[in-house]
């Protein structure tokens, strides 16, 4: 199994260009929050959560859970602030879905075209072809390297 500063330093290869950094640190999340919110609204039904929470059943969660044991195998810092973060996501998704269902597939799959079609600008800009076209993994590695340089300026080990 490879480290996390294996998969960080591999996809930092793609990852050089000041302007391509720049867009990654804007489109990432909001790839993220996009995906989560479609996600979302795929409800499972299954029936384990109380009736308050049924909305939580949902195929947004389980990424979110399944990602989660990711990171945990790779550094515990590290899934710490990637729990922080996706849970507030999934937050402000349940929030959302409030205003309708239509509403938040709207708004993600706009949010989800402009923000690849920013990264392929950036890939270009680069020079070089996105990290997931060699491993899918990458698509997890993404908002880890940017949480990274966060951790790297508070001085906290990942």
């Known amino acids: 199994m490879k480290s996390i500063q294996t998969w960080l330093d591999e996809y930092g290869e793609s990852h050089m260009n000041k302007t391509n950094k720049l867009i990654h640190w804007i489109c990432v999340p909001s790839i993220m929050f996009s995906l989560l919110g479609l996600l ?38 590290l899934a710490m602030g990637m729990f922080l973060i996706s849970g507030s996501m999934l937050l402000i998704i349940d929030y959302l879905s409030g205003l309708g269902s239509k509403f938040l597939i709207i708004v993600s799959v706009s949010v989800f075209v402009i923000a690849w079609i920013g990264q392929f600008i950036g890939h270009n800009i680069e020079g070089k072809k996105p990290s997931f076209f060699k491993d899918v993994q990458f698509l997890l590695i993404g908002p880890a390297w940017l949480l ?10 990942y």
């Open 40 to 77: 979302w609204t795929v409800n499972l039904g299954l029936g384990i959560l109380p009736t308050e929470f049924a909305a939580w059943e949902n195929l947004a969660v389980i990424l979110f859970f399944g990602a989660l044991v990711f990171y945990l195998l790779h550094s515990l810092t």
């Open 148 to 157: 990274s340089f966060v951790y790297s300026k508070l001085g906290i080990k």
